[in-house]
C-alpha cells in the first residue's frame, strides 16, 4: 500500500509559477511510475505528465509541454512537479499517482495509487 500526499497548490496569478510536491509513505516509490493528473470542475481528469521508475523518461500533455516539468527523487520518495507560466485554464485539482505499470504511461486507469489532491488557480 502507498500513500500519497500532495502540496504546493495555491493560488497565482497568470502567468506565475507554482510547484507541486507528492510524498509517499509506506512502500518506495522507485517501483513505481509516477503521473500528476487533473481535474476542473464539470470537466473529466486529464493527464498532465508522467515520469518513469528511474526518473529517465517523461511524457507530457500538449497542454503543458514546455511549461511543466516533472522530476523525481527516489531517495526522498517524492515527485514533483514545476509548473511555469500559469494561465486560467490550468486551474484544477492536481493529482499524484503511481502506477506499477513498468512502461510510461497516461492512461488513469493504469495508477493505482492516488493522493487526495490539491487545488491551483489561475486568476487572469
Known amino acids: 500500500q502507498v500513500q500519497l500526499v500532495e502540496s504546493g497548490g495555491g493560488l497565482v496569478q497568470a502567468g506565475g509559477s507554482l510547484r507541486l510536491s507528492c510524498a509517499a509513505s509506506?512502500?518506495?516509490?522507485?517501483?513505481?511510475?509516477m503521473g500528476w493528473f487533473r481535474q476542473a470542475p464539470g470537466k473529466e481528469r486529464e493527464f498532465v505528465a508522467a515520469?518513469?521508475?528511474?526518473?529517465?523518461?517523461?511524457r507530457y500533455a500538449d497542454s503543458v509541454k514546455g511549461r511543466f516539468t516533472i522530476s523525481r527523487d527516489n531517495a526522498k520518495n517524492t515527485v514533483n512537479l514545476q509548473m511555469n507560466s500559469l494561465n486560467p485554464e490550468d486551474t484544477s485539482v492536481y493529482y499524484c499517482?503511481?502506477?506499477?505499470?513498468?512502461?510510461?504511461?497516461?492512461?488513469?486507469?493504469?495508477?493505482?495509487?492516488w493522493g487526495q489532491g490539491t487545488q491551483v488557480t489561475v486568476s487572469s
Open positions: 499517482a503511481a502506477s506499477s505499470v513498468v512502461a510510461i504511461t497516461d492512461q488513469s486507469s493504469n495508477y493505482v495509487y
Open positions: 509506506g512502500r518506495t516509490l522507485r517501483s513505481y511510475t
Open positions: 515520469i518513469s521508475r528511474s526518473g529517465g523518461n517523461t
